[in-house]
């Protein structure tokens, strides 16, 4: 490690305390980006540590009815909003800064819309306080440019935890399958995404060979998953443009 890597008490501190509020308040709100990750591994997050993975900022996911008091829940923490994405057209994002904190809060409503659309409507009473694991998962396999810090969170959050049948403790293998072949834009991505995590588990010397082992074993089961599912009709006439044509957007990066 090139630097001391900072103490993430703090920052845990800070979101729980917006958690808290939320749910005060009958809010749902549920926490994504790195530091989900951290919290949702608590046996493998050294992972984060030994690669240098900080935690710039406290991301969340909402339900886009609730966008104004949770605009007022910020607020009344001291937050101020960066009001100049009220004028991008259709975008359900909202950014917060602090006067006092180093870190700023970005609040997704209803989708993750980056490289793909990830549709987490009626998804985030699943599990608290982030969102679900498989959740997380497909967080970071929608990137189209899929980065380091990326890799990272998935190699731990695939350490940690199973693939599974169902959201209860594990990573909802089915669900990624299901979502995967109705898209073909998205399968494409994801699949790609999924076999790069597993070439560059060679490059982290904090992974042993047992960790590697088991999270390539992971992966192989959410391929074979993947594989499993019949394609809907949509993903088969899209599958006959292939890559002729762009199938994902270019987008700003998910920290």
Known sequence: MSGQFPDPTPIIEQAQRILDAAEERGLTLRLIGALAFHISCPEFNYIQKETERFFTDVDFMAYFPQMRNIE??????????????????????????????????????????????????????????????????????QIAQINQKDVIDTLMLLREHDVGNSEDGAIHGDHVARLTKSDWGLWRTVTHNLGIVDQLAEKYDVLTDDDRRIIRGRLRSLLERIDAEPPTLRWKLRSRIGERVKWYRDVDELK
Not at 77 to 90: A, I, T
Not at 129 to 139: A, G, H, K, Y
């Open 72 to 141: 007022q829940l910020f607020q009344d923490l001291g937050y101020f909003e960066d009001r100049q994405l009220k004028s991008v057209p259709g975008l359900r994002r909202s950014i917060f800064f602090h006067n006092e904190l180093p870190w700023h809060s970005d609040v997704f409503y209803d989708v993750l819309d980056f490289s793909h659309e990830i549709d987490l409507k009626g998804r985030l009473e699943l599990d608290y306080p982030t969102i679900s694991l498989v959740d997380l998962l497909l967080e970071k396999m």
